[in-house]
């Protein structure tokens, strides 16, 4: 079976420094992955995704993230955090077989400092 | 674009009533599902439909109902509430479980519930 795991539950960052947000997956073939970021109070929000291709993919507000088949991850990166980034964010895995039901990870919460 | 609507915003029910979240999406999508989300646990499916007739249970099944006679809503209903269903409540659709299984999900903006 599938299955998502963020190992970081909280990250602390100073508004301005760079963001990395860990999320490795289990999976037999190429999966496919997406991020989402989760706001106060707000539904879940598509970050980026990533299918097949170029590894490194854009996505909104400024994010990226690296899909390394060799180490499972599809880690999140921004290089300079603004305070508007402060959420919840999620990594999720899609099956590439039978019926599509994602697997989210548990999230991760994201505390910027001024 | 309305996408996902989600009603009510917020709910208080005592212990043993029920009632009906409401969740209606205007893109046509296939899929819907409902999932719960509780502090330190992500998001847990409770149900999920690939079209319109066709429901399915999730992870967490137990105390809720659905059924689906249009492409466009899903509600879910609890059948006799209790303080463990607490909870928020998301609604999230996705153009086909099938044919296009990276289509990623829309979700609407949640329901608090609380049971007392």
């Known amino acids: 079976a599938q299955s998502v795991t963020q190992p970081d539950i909280h990250i602390t960052v100073s508004e301005g420094a760079s963001l990395e947000l860990r999320c490795n997956y289990s999976y037999g073939a190429t999966p496919y992955l997406f991020w989402y970021v989760q706001s106060p109070g707000q539904g879940l929000q598509l970050l980026l995704k990533y299918f097949s291709g170029d590894t490194l993919v854009q996505g909104i507000k400024g994010f990226e993230a690296e899909f390394k088949r060799s180490q499972s991850s599809f880690n999140l990166r921004k290089p300079s955090v603004h305070w508007s980034d402060a959420a919840e964010y999620f990594c999720a895995v899609g099956a590439s077989g039978g019926s599509y039901i994602p697997t989210f990870g548990r999230g991760t919460s994201l505390i910027v400092h001024p | ?116």
């Open chain 2, 1 to 116: 674009n309305a996408g996902v609507t989600q009603t009510p915003k917020f709910q208080v029910l005592k212990t043993g009533q029920s009632m009906t979240l409401q969740c209606a999406q205007d893109m046509n999508h296939e899929y819907m599902s409902w999932y719960r989300q509780d502090p330190g646990m992500g998001l847990r499916l409770i149900h999920y439909s690939v079209g319109a007739g066709i429901t399915d249970q999730g992870e967490v099944p137990n105390g809720y109902n659905v059924s689906r006679s249009t492409t466009e809503d899903f509600p879910l209903r609890l059948l006799s509430a209790a303080p463990s269903q607490t909870s928020v409540y998301f609604c999230a659709s996705s153009y086909s479980a099938i044919s296009r299984r990276g289509s990623p999900l829309h979700f609407g903006n949640g329901t608090r519930l609380t049971v007392t």
